[in-house]
T-cell receptor, first 110, second 110 residues
Framework: SQTIHQWPATLVQPVGSPLSLECTVE??????LYWYRQAAGRGLQLLFY??????ISSEVPQNLSASRPQDRQFILSSKKLLLSDSGFYLC?????????FGPGTRLTVL | AQSVTQLGSHVSVSEGALVLLRCNYS??????LFWYVQYPNQGLQLLLK??????LVKGINGFEAEFKKSETSFHLTKPSAHMSDAAEYFC????????FGTGTSLTVIP
């Protein structure tokens, strides 16, 4: 069966520091992968999606970036965090038109 | 273009009462429709999905949803609310991309 992992589970970072969140999927090959963000009390915002290694599409221009160095690995990064980057970050993959989500990373920028 | 609208960002029901969460969709093609549930600080979990096989879809935890093309609706129901149903619920539509509603927070009053 397929599983999706995210780490870290929680992260507290100062403004201006770098960020790296990792997502890995097991039990499938060449998945479509997605990064979403939930700000406090708000819905899901699609940040990036990837259909293959090295193929990244950005939905919202901002100081975040994504990379896919391996087939089942998806990384979300920032060189300098802003206060507005705080939120709950979710990674997802899809199969047969259905998206499945990881457990999420709670990021607090102070 | 596709979209979903969830009516009511907050819904409160008494324990044992009927749960009704509303979702209307817009789609130029036959849609795939989904309901997800999110518990605090967790990822989204698939409750059920409609893929045109049957208009009444049964999901996990006693939830079901009915696809009504004439009303462009896909409302989520459960006959008797349980305390453990308190969570955020998201409706979504899938076409060439996934579109999520803004979510409905369900409170169950003992």
């Amino acid at each position: 069966s397929q599983t999706i992992h995210q780490w870290p589970a929680t992260l507290v970072q100062p403004v201006g520091s770098p960020l790296s969140l990792e997502c890995t999927v097991e039990g499938t090959s060449n998945p479509n992968l997605y990064w979403y963000r939930q700000a406090a009390g708000r819905g899901l915002q699609l940040l990036f999606y990837s259909v293959g290694i090295g193929q990244i599409s950005s939905e919202v221009p901002q100081n975040l970036s994504a990379s896919r160095p391996q087939d089942r690995q998806f990384i979300l990064s920032s060189k300098k965090l802003l206060l507005s980057d705080s939120g709950f970050y979710l990674c997802a993959w899809d199969s047969r038109d259905t998206q499945y989500f990881g457990p999420g990373t709670r990021l607090t920028v102070l | 273009a596709q979209s979903v609208t969830q009516l009511g960002s907050h819904v409160s029901v008494s324990e044992g009462a009927l749960v009704l969460l509303r979702c209307n969709y817009s789609s130029s093609v036959p849609p795939y429709l989904f309901w997800y549930v999110q518990y605090p600080n967790q990822g989204l979990q698939l409750l059920l999905k409609y893929t045109s096989a049957a208009t009444l879809v049964k999901g996990i935890n006693g939830f079901e949803a009915e696809f009504k093309k004439s009303e462009t609706s896909f409302h989520l129901t459960k006959p008797s609310a349980h305390m453990s149903d308190a969570a955020e619920y998201f409706c979504a539509v899938s076409g060439n991309q996934f579109y999520f509603g803004t979510g409905t927070s369900l409170t169950v009053i003992p």
